[in-house]
C-alpha cells in the first residue's frame, strides 16, 4: 500500500479538525516529541507566567515544524501550549509504551485514549509519528 502525499494528509487532517467538539490537531516526531504540525485552538495559544494557557477565541491557525520547547530561558519567546502539550503527551506515551513492554515485549502501543471532565485526548503512536486529537468530552 503507498504511503498518502502530503496534500492527502493535509486534507484528511483538515476534515478531523472541523469534525464536531474537536479543539486541536497535533502530528509530533515519534523519537523527539517535537511538532510537526499543529491547527486549533491549542496552536495559537501563548503560555502565561503562571502557565496557565491563555483563553483564545480566534480562528483555528496552522503550524509546521515547531520545535517542542522544554524549558524557556530569559530572552527567549516562551512556549507556547502546543508545546507544553506536547511534551506531556510525549512524556505520557513513553511511559505508557513502557508499562505496555513491561508486560510483553513482543506487544506494541497502538491507542491511547484520555478522558478528563473538560476533553478528552485520542494518541494514535504511529512508527514515525505520534497523532493528538484533542476534542471535547461527549456527555455521558
Same mark, same amino acid.
Given at each position: 500500500?503507498? !504511503?498518502?502525499? +502530503?496534500?492527502?494528509?493535509?486534507?484528511?487532517?483538515?476534515?478531523? @479538525?472541523? *469534525?464536531?467538539?474537536?479543539?486541536?490537531?497535533?502530528?509530533?516526531?515519534?523519537?523527539?516529541?517535537?511538532?510537526?504540525? @499543529?491547527?486549533?485552538?491549542?496552536? %495559537? @495559544?501563548?503560555? !502565561?507566567p503562571s502557565h496557565?494557557?491563555?483563553? @483564545?477565541? %480566534?480562528? +483555528?491557525?496552522?503550524?509546521?515544524?515547531?520545535?517542542?520547547?522544554?524549558?524557556?530561558?530569559?530572552?527567549?519567546?516562551?512556549?507556547?501550549? %502546543?508545546?507544553?502539550? +506536547?511534551?506531556?503527551?510525549?512524556?505520557?506515551?513513553?511511559?505508557?509504551?513502557?508499562?505496555?513492554?513491561?508486560?510483553? !515485549?513482543?506487544?506494541?502501543? *497502538?491507542?491511547?485514549?484520555?478522558?478528563?471532565? *473538560?476533553?478528552?485526548?485520542?494518541?494514535?503512536?504511529? !512508527?514515525?509519528?505520534?497523532?493528538?486529537?484533542?476534542?471535547?468530552?461527549?456527555? %455521558?
Open positions: 500500500m503507498a !504511503q498518502p502525499t +502530503a496534500e492527502e494528509i493535509d486534507l484528511l487532517l483538515t476534515r478531523l @479538525s472541523r *469534525k464536531g467538539g474537536v479543539q486541536s490537531t497535533l502530528i509530533l516526531a515519534r523519537d523527539t516529541g517535537a511538532i510537526v504540525r @499543529s491547527s486549533g485552538l491549542i496552536s %495559537a @495559544s501563548i503560555l !502565561q496557565v494557557a491563555s483563553q @483564545s477565541t %480566534a480562528a +483555528a491557525t496552522t503550524t509546521d515544524v515547531v520545535p517542542n520547547g522544554e524549558n524557556s530561558t530569559e530572552g527567549e519567546t516562551p512556549p507556547t501550549r %502546543a508545546e507544553e502539550v +506536547a511534551g506531556m503527551v510525549w512524556t505520557f506515551l513513553s511511559a505508557a509504551g513502557g508499562l505496555v513492554n513491561g508486560l510483553n !515485549q513482543d506487544d506494541d502501543l *497502538k491507542l491511547l485514549r484520555l478522558r478528563t471532565k *473538560k476533553n478528552e485526548l485520542v494518541i494514535v503512536p504511529d !512508527q514515525k509519528f505520534i497523532l493528538v486529537v484533542i476534542h471535547d468530552t461527549p456527555a %455521558a
